[in-house]
């Protein structure tokens, strides 16, 4: 009985944070790109500052018509959306927050794990592309399609030097192993970690397959009501996932003064820097054409993570 | 200076987040009211009494978004002679704002002043038919309507002042010398 309140309790704190913290990340956003423009960002939906205007937004999508077009794959138009959410939710339940016991499945092969079901979201793009009947729509999946062969190799290489460096792939391990020197050694491998991330996660400056401007949205184009909602937040709990994971990968997770009592508060504090940092590159930058793209995987991040990986080998045996 | 590779690249985030630590620049506008600037065109104000119902303003409208109606009136003559006059009385001048292009140029075309700008520009409506402002409407605008803004440094003076100014200095000089004769009687005066 005891056991089942502790998974039940569990998997609850995990919900929660998987429906809050993508919110913060999103409000984050709107304030932090409205004051590097000059604006002020919502003010008045919740009174004070705007706190409530995604909660506003929910309720408008979830007022809309669901539109499906009548040329569409009906099933895999509906599920779409589902595949693009739920692999983050997932992911999330293998990620340790804190030390010891404060996670909520600790797997042996989390990395791997975490790695594998992150690609999987990416199909939900792929479908809602093919699905959609559309030829913006099937531009946009293609694209995404060829962004994520360029990078998840960078990903997984980069990825990987770290659990060399450990000698695991269990998340707590490389966690457990983890030391201050690790954060210059493995800093090309996080470069490359967090922006092959961002690549997969089609965030700006790598956002040539949604492109608004130029093929409407590619895949989300036919999307309407909560299924356009699920892929929004679907966007943001992957930025919330990629984070927690360069924070625990190349920044030391929750290492931190007073780790053993406050290890999740440094854990959180790590994320929405980067989260931070992920919204600062998309007011930043323009958006990559895709050659540029495909060019900067292949001649840049990949060779870059070979070298991050030789590194690792080289300090490792020595 | 020399340009590192990717020193673009910094400088763009460099800009953004300084932007960020400044001030933003939104007004918000229904709790803050907005600064405008002189000689804001927010809505045409009528003073009625200047005008003579010349039709000037009406037919140089270029979408016809004016409408005056007028009848004559006889003043009789007055006690001592002369002959009866007509003149012309004002029935109905209306702006329809649904069409006005804010141009001014009825305001520039009057030859009495009798059309000025205002400032106030929140009297969007509902209903379409109330952006038909008739006399009384328009008329209420006057109050709003600010001083003429004042002349740059060193400008030419207005004509008008001019005129006034050399009328008075004649005037000035005509009774000085009338004051001069009157006050310094010559001694073939008393003879």
């Given at each position: 009985?005891?056991w089942?309140?502790?998974?039940?309790?569990?998997?609850?704190?995990?919900?929660?944070?998987?429906?809050?913290v993508?919110?913060?990340?999103?409000?984050?956003?709107?304030?932090?790109?409205?004051?590097m423009?000059?604006?002020?960002?919502?003010?008045?939906?919740?009174?004070f500052?705007?706190?409530?205007?995604l909660?506003?937004?929910?309720?408008?999508?979830?007022q809309?018509?669901?539109?499906?077009?009548?040329?569409?794959?009906?099933?895999?138009?509906?599920?779409?959306?589902?595949?693009?959410?739920?692999?983050?939710?997932?992911?999330l339940?293998?990620i340790?927050?804190?030390?010891?016991?404060?996670?909520?499945?600790?797997?042996?092969?989390?990395?791997?794990?975490?790695?594998?079901?992150?690609?999987v979201?990416?199909?939900g793009?792929?479908?809602?592309?093919?699905?959609?009947?559309?030829?913006?729509?099937?531009?946009?999946?293609?694209?995404?399609a060829a962004?994520?062969?360029?990078?998840?190799?960078?990903?997984?290489?980069?990825a990987?030097?770290?659990a060399?460096?450990?000698?695991?792939?269990?998340?707590?391990?490389?966690?457990?192993?983890?030391?201050?020197?690790?954060?210059?050694?493995?800093?090309?491998?996080?470069?490359?970690?967090?922006?092959?991330?961002?690549?997969?996660l089609?965030?700006?400056p790598?956002?040539?397959?949604?492109?608004?401007?130029?093929?409407?949205?590619?895949a989300?184009?036919?999307?309407?009501?909560?299924?356009?909602?699920?892929?929004?937040l679907?966007?943001?709990a992957?930025?919330?996932?990629?984070?927690?994971?360069?924070?625990?990968?190349?920044?030391?997770?929750?290492?931190?003064?007073f780790?053993?009592?406050?290890?999740?508060?440094?854990?959180l504090?790590k994320?929405?820097v980067?989260?931070?940092?992920?919204?600062?590159?998309r007011?930043s930058?323009?958006?990559?054409?895709?050659?540029?793209?495909?060019?900067?995987?292949?001649?840049?991040?990949?060779?870059?993570?070979?070298?991050q990986?030789a590194?690792?080998?080289?300090?490792?045996v020595l | 200076?020399?340009?590192?590779p990717?020193?673009?690249l910094?400088?763009?985030?460099?800009?953004?987040?300084k932007?960020?630590?400044?001030?933003?620049?939104?007004?918000?506008?229904?709790d803050?009211?907005?600064?405008?600037?002189?000689?804001?065109r927010?809505?045409?104000?009528?003073?009625?009494?200047?005008?003579?119902?010349?039709m000037?303003?009406?037919?140089e409208?270029?979408?016809?978004?004016?409408?005056?109606?007028?009848?004559?009136?006889?003043?009789?003559?007055?006690?001592?002679?002369?002959?009866?006059?007509?003149?012309?009385?004002?029935?109905?001048f209306?702006?329809?704002?649904?069409?006005?292009?804010y141009?001014?140029?009825?305001?520039?075309?009057?030859p009495?002043?009798?059309?000025?700008?205002?400032?106030?520009?929140?009297?969007?409506?509902?209903?379409?038919?109330?952006l038909?402002h008739?006399?009384?409407?328009?008329?209420?605008?006057?109050?709003s309507v600010?001083?003429p803004?004042?002349l740059?440094?060193?400008?030419?003076?207005?004509?008008?002042?001019?005129?006034?100014?050399?009328?008075?200095a004649?005037?000035?000089?005509?009774?000085?010398?009338?004051a001069?004769?009157?006050?310094?009687?010559?001694?073939?005066?008393?003879?």
């Amino acid at each position: 009985m005891n056991w089942w309140l502790e998974v039940v309790l569990r998997l609850v704190v995990i919900l929660g944070f998987f429906l809050l913290v993508p919110l913060v990340v999103g409000q984050m956003e709107h304030k932090a790109m409205a004051h590097m423009q000059g604006r002020l960002g919502p003010m008045e939906a919740g009174g004070f500052h705007g706190w409530a205007q995604l909660i506003a937004d929910g309720v408008k999508f979830a007022q809309k018509e669901s539109v499906v077009p009548a040329a569409a794959d009906r099933a895999v138009f509906q599920i779409a959306p589902a595949v693009a959410l739920l692999p983050y939710l997932i992911v999330l339940v293998t990620i340790p927050i804190g030390p010891g016991s404060q996670v909520g499945v600790a797997l042996d092969l989390g990395l791997f794990f975490v790695l594998a079901v992150m690609g999987v979201g990416v199909l939900g793009t792929l479908m809602g592309g093919w699905a959609s009947a559309n030829k913006y729509s099937l531009l946009g999946g293609i694209r995404t399609a060829a962004q994520l062969m360029a990078y998840e190799l960078p990903l997984l290489l980069s990825a990987a030097s770290v659990a060399m460096a450990a000698g695991t792939v269990s998340l707590d391990g490389i966690l457990d192993n983890w030391h201050w020197y690790w954060l210059p050694w493995q800093i090309v491998g996080g470069f490359v970690f967090f922006t092959a991330g961002l690549a997969e996660l089609q965030r700006p400056p790598f956002d040539m397959p949604v492109a608004d401007s130029e093929i409407i949205f590619g895949a989300y184009t036919e999307y309407t009501g909560l299924r356009f909602a699920f892929f929004l937040l679907a966007e943001y709990a992957g930025i919330v996932v990629l984070c927690l994971l360069t924070a625990i990968l190349f920044l030391g997770g929750w290492h931190g003064p007073f780790s053993a009592h406050l290890g999740w508060l440094w854990t959180l504090i790590k994320t929405f820097v980067l989260a931070f940092v992920v919204i600062w590159l998309r007011v930043s930058y323009p958006r990559l054409r895709e050659d540029q793209l495909q060019k900067l995987a292949w001649t840049w991040l990949i060779p870059l993570s070979l070298a991050q990986i030789a590194l690792t080998g080289v300090v490792k045996v020595l | 200076m020399t340009e590192y590779p990717g020193s673009g690249l910094v400088k763009g985030l460099a800009t953004t987040f300084k932007t960020m630590t400044r001030r933003s620049h939104t007004v918000q506008y229904p709790d803050q009211a907005p600064v405008l600037p002189p000689r804001s065109r927010g809505v045409i104000a009528l003073i009625e009494e200047n005008c003579t119902v010349c039709m000037l303003c009406a037919r140089e409208c270029p979408d016809w978004c004016i409408y005056i109606d007028s009848h004559k009136e006889t003043i009789p003559a007055p006690p001592g002679g002369g002959r009866d006059r007509t003149r012309n009385m004002l029935d109905r001048f209306d702006i329809d704002f649904s069409l006005c292009m804010y141009c001014g140029i009825c305001i520039e075309v009057c030859p009495f002043d009798a059309l000025e700008w205002s400032p106030e520009f929140e009297y969007a409506d509902f209903d379409i038919k109330n952006l038909l402002h008739d006399k009384d409407r328009l008329g209420q605008w006057v109050a709003s309507v600010p001083a003429p803004v004042a002349l740059d440094d060193r400008a030419e003076e207005p004509k008008e002042v001019a005129l006034a100014q050399k009328a008075a200095a004649k005037r000035l000089a005509d009774s000085g010398r009338a004051a001069q004769e009157a006050g310094t009687p010559g001694p073939e005066g008393d003879g």
